[in-house]
């Protein structure tokens, strides 16, 4: 007789569904990251943004303190905080830029003198 049993279809059908249970788990995984990549690429683009619109005015002075990108991205928010540093002529301004709630949050850093 030629031709294959029950037991060795069994089996090739065994190894085919871990492979393709494990394709889909690696694909889903990767998708995932693919999508937090891409909302972190915005948020650094937003605040960069945001932060060359303080390049021409004094930042202790600014009017608004925190804001939404709105209206192209209205889920993301940000928020700007001001400190002395040791050096007197220097200021250091935190911008914070969340998405998702609370959970995703992502802070530039950077000193302008005063």
Request: glycine letters at 6%; zero cysteines.
């Amino acid at each position: 007789m030629k031709g294959f049993t029950l037991l060795e279809i069994m089996i090739a059908l065994a190894i085919m569904a871990g492979v393709v249970l494990t394709v889909i788990t690696s694909f889903n995984y990767h998708l995932s990251v693919v999508a937090r990549d891409k909302e972190e690429t915005i948020a650094v683009l937003l605040a960069r943004e945001k932060m060359d619109e303080w390049e021409d005015i004094d930042i202790n002075n600014l009017q608004e303190k925190k804001g939404t990108f709105a209206p192209d991205h209205p889920e993301m928010t940000w928020q700007v905080d001001t400190s002395p540093t040791d050096l007197p002529v220097l200021n250091k301004v935190v911008l914070t830029v969340g998405w998702g709630g609370d959970k995703n949050k992502l802070s530039l850093v950077e000193y302008i003198a005063k």
